[in-house]
């Protein structure tokens, strides 16, 4: 099966999961439920939840744990782009190929259905549903805890809109990327090691895949900012060095930033030998993302 096919799927059931868990679009909280629903549900590639039944299939882990985990991810996930969008942060009018949520809705609805995204994630993940382990469930919520929290993605969302007051070398840069978009991804991926009860040496080779995945996610991210077209990212495009921010591309420039993608993509896959052929689709994954046009 082509990573194209298996994502898709991926997606497929992650959107099914999503739908039969948020809360529905009725009664006299509508308006917040439907503003919810519009942004978790609008598509999205998925790939968080992505990495969390890959990295838990490597260990046969339970696949409604895994599920609900990468459920609870994805809320997190979405909750920061709304935030991201909004008119104090980003000021962006289109996501995923449609209106931002408040243009769509509303600041106040933005800014609650993102916040209502939050708390959902680790309702999610504290519900016995998840694991029956009380135990792995408080190691699932403090795990996203950290990753999206105070010294995680918040962390690296700060920095970011510091824009060049945080500096403009590859040292500044590379760890606000490293808090705003790997501190998640590289929960994914532990979150499907952690319910598969995976080996110390298994959780350090999933975790140093994951962060050079995440940094080279991120270096294409800033491609497309810089490269990419309207039509494919289905958002803005050329905004951080008109809005004066500095990422990969403002620091390094095109040529030097695909450089690095490549060279951080063949390490990623270095990481999983481990694993032997069980990895191949984490492996077709970083194809998947150096590639990417959206
Ligand atoms: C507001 C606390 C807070 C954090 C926001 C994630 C983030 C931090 C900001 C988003 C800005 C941005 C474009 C970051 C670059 C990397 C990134 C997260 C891109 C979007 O992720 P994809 O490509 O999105 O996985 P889809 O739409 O496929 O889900």
Known sequence: MTIERRLKETAERVNIALDALLPKAEGPEARLTSAIRYSALDGGKRLRPFFTLEAGALFDADEAA?????VAIECVHTYSLIHD?????????????????????????????????????????????????????????????????????????????AGADIGSDLIAVTRMNRLKTGCLINFAVDAGATIGVASEAE??????????????FQMV??????????????????????????????????????????????????????????????????????????
């Open 203 to 216: 959780r350090t080779a999933l975790s140093r895949y994951a962060h050079d995945v995440g940094l080279a």
């Open 66 to 70: 895994l599920l609900r985990a990468a």
């Open 221 to 294: 991210d800033d491609l497309l900012d810089a490269e990419g077209v309207v039509r494919d990212t289905g958002k803005a495009v050329q905004k951080d060095r008109a809005r004066g921010k500095v990422n990969f591309v403002t620091v390094m420039g095109v040529e030097a930033t695909r450089e690095r993608v490549g060279m951080l993509a063949s390490q990623a896959k270095r990481h999983l030998s481990l694993f032997g052929p069980r990895a191949t689709t984490l492996t077709d994954a970083v194809d998947f993302i150096v590639q990417r046009r959206y």
């Open 85 to 161: 969008d909004l008119p104090c942060m980003d000021d962006d009018d289109l996501r995923r190929g449609r209106p931002t949520l408040h243009r769509e809705f509303d600041e106040v609805t933005a800014l609650l259905a993102g916040d209502a995204l939050l708390t959902f994630a680790f309702e999610i993940l504290a519900d016995p549903a998840t694991h029956r382990d009380p135990q792995m469930r408080c190691l699932l919520v403090s795990g996203l805890a950290r990753a999206a929290g105070p010294l995680g993605m918040v962390a690296g969302q700060a920095a970011d809109m």
